[in-house]
T-cell receptor, first 115, second 114 residues
């Protein structure tokens, strides 16, 4: 079974500080992609960052970076210099490369940014 | 260039009724996937359409069916609605030749079953 687990239902961070959201996954596949999506109250899923499993280098996108530990099946998201606009639900997602883009999502982490 | 669009935005139905949700993919995309997102949960994969055929299906009963049209737009039909079908229904589009991060999501349709 392919599952994605986010163990932090809620997180909060002071504006301009750094926060890390956790994600673990279970799969027997060797080739896959991992993602973090942001879902603000507008409900639109917005891609934050992606990681190919075959790449050892952690992905970064401006203030967002990941810590990808393939052996541990761990994929955490670090948000640096947090901004009020970062407040949203964050979902970790996984897709094997052989399923035609079927995504498996975690249950989400609600991030609050405190001014 | 319009992204993925969905209609309607909100919908209220009663138990036992049938509902049809619609999705137009992003320009250039030919694959449409549907997800159900219950309150407080992550999206769950329902099925995927490519070349007007259902290519993959998640763990959903046959009450959930779909269709894809020649212009790649898609419909999700749910028959004999149950209270538990109340959720946000998300549509996403992609193209097999593109990397998975080119999967775009629509704003969703909020379905309430009373």
């Amino acid at each position: 079974a392919q599952t994605v687990t986010q163990s932090q239902p809620e997180m909060s961070v002071q504006e301009a500080e750094t926060v890390t959201l956790s994600c673990t996954y279970d799969t027997s596949e060797s080739d896959y992609y991992l993602f973090w999506y942001k879902q603000p109250p507008s409900r639109q899923m917005i891609l934050v960052i992606r990681q190919e499993a075959y790449k050892q280098q952690n992905a970064t996108e401006n203030r967002f970076s990941v810590n990808f530990q393939k052996a541990a099946k761990s994929f955490s998201l670090k948000i640096s210099d947090s901004q009020l606009g970062d407040a949203a639900m964050y979902f970790c997602a996984y897709t094997p490369t052989n399923t035609g883009n079927q995504f498996y999502f975690g249950t989400g982490t609600s991030l609050t940014v405190i001014p | 260039d319009a992204g993925v669009t969905q209609s309607p935005t909100h919908l209220i139905k009663t138990r036992g009724q049938q509902v049809t949700l619609r999705c137009s993919p992003k320009s250039g995309h030919d694959t449409v996937s549907w997800y159900q997102q219950a309150l407080g949960q992550g999206p769950q994969f329902i099925f995927q359409y490519y070349e007007e055929e259902e290519r993959q299906r998640g763990n959903f009963p046959d009450r959930f069916s779909g269709h894809q049209f020649p212009n790649y737009s898609s419909e999700l039909n749910v028959n004999a609605l149950l209270l538990g079908d109340s959720a946000l229904y998300l549509c996403s589009s992609s193209s097999p030749g593109l990397a998975p991060d080119t999967q775009y999501f629509g704003p969703g349709t909020r379905l309430t079953v009373l």
